[in-house]
């Protein structure tokens, strides 16, 4: 039982290169998404599905874009990379409302340089 | 959203019981309380919720006044593997969730 799948773990890129995190969760839950997490700052909600084809924005989503074309799959991009976007990226996914039983991924690592 | 305080950091020793209050004096009548815990290098997981009074499970206890204007976490005769950021969250009905900084308990041997 894989959970919530998270690929790649690390990355480097060039500023203003484009790049696509995937997350994938074998739950069957309806709700996804993604969070960055910088030192000192907790977890920010960048994007968030509540179904398969839906997308909202979140507290941080500027320079990000998200796609939940399949259930099971939340695909985050950047399209331009920025080094404000350096960061650790965490997706989750959850079978309803409410803060109990949200599922973590073990997290991306991308540096923008 | 309810907005909640909690320490920035607490030390500890291996064996002892590890206490962690978090202020949310907004909650509202539907919000629950909810725990989670970030081990480094990996995502939060949930360790425990409750809504009044006392709740136990085989990680952590609950304790909750009547108020319900703070809580506490209670983490029993703490190990070294306990050393992580505790997230203390006060929601209801809502999958936006917000983490703050939490707390970040170390154990020592």
């Known amino acids: 039982n894989a959970g919530v799948t998270q690929t790649p773990k690390f990355r480097v890129l060039k500023t203003g290169q484009s790049m696509t995190l995937l997350c994938a969760q074998d739950?069957?839950?309806?709700?996804m998404y993604w969070y960055r997490q910088d030192p000192g700052m907790g977890l920010r909600l960048i994007h968030y599905?509540?179904?398969?084809?839906?997308?909202a924005k979140g507290e941080v989503p500027d320079g990000y874009n998200v796609s939940r074309l399949k259930k099971q799959n939340f695909l985050l991009g950047l399209e331009s990379a920025a080094p404000s976007q350096t960061s650790v990226y965490f997706c989750?996914?959850?079978?309803?409302?409410?803060?109990?039983?949200?599922?973590f991924g073990s997290g991306t690592r991308l540096t923008v340089v | 959203l309810a907005k909640t305080t909690q320490p920035i950091s607490m030390d500890s020793y291996e064996g002892q019981e590890v206490n962690i209050t978090c202020s949310h004096n907004?909650?509202?009548?539907?919000?629950?309380i909810t725990w989670y815990q970030q081990f480094p290098s990996q995502g939060p997981r949930f360790i425990i919720q409750?809504?009044?009074t006392k709740v136990t499970n085989e990680v952590a206890s609950l304790f909750i006044p009547a108020d319900r204007k703070s809580s506490t976490l209670s983490l029993p005769r703490v190990s070294l593997s306990d050393t992580a950021v505790y997230y203390c969250l006060v929601e209801a009905n809502d999958y936006k969730l917000s983490f703050g900084a939490g707390t970040t308990v170390t154990v020592r041997a």
């Open positions: 739950m069957n839950h309806e709700y």
């Open positions: 599905s509540v179904g398969e084809g839906t997308t």
């Open positions: 907004n909650i509202a009548t539907n919000d629950y």
């Open positions: 989750a996914s959850s079978y309803s409302q409410g803060a109990f039983g949200y599922t």
């Open positions: 409750g809504y009044k």
